[in-house]
C-alpha cells in the first residue's frame, strides 16, 4: 500500500513540474506496489489452503 501511495504522489508531482520521468517513476512504483500486494495475497491464500487440508 504505501508503494503505491508514494507512487501516485511522485506520479502527480511529475505532472504538476513537467517531469516525465518522475512521472514514469511513480507508476513503477505504483506497479510495484500492486505487485507485492498480490505476492501477499497469493501468501496468504497459501498458507490458509494448507492449514484446511493438514488433519
Not at 24 to 43: C, F
Request: no cysteine; charged share 45%.
Amino acid at each position: 500500500m504505501q508503494d503505491k501511495v508514494r507512487g501516485k504522489t511522485e506520479e502527480i508531482k511529475g505532472k504538476v513540474t513537467g517531469d516525465k520521468g518522475l512521472q514514469l517513476k511513480g507508476k513503477a512504483r505504483q506497479k510495484v506496489g500492486r505487485v507485492k500486494e498480490a505476492a501477499k495475497a497469493v501468501a496468504y491464500d497459501m498458507e490458509h489452503s494448507r492449514k484446511k487440508t493438514k488433519p
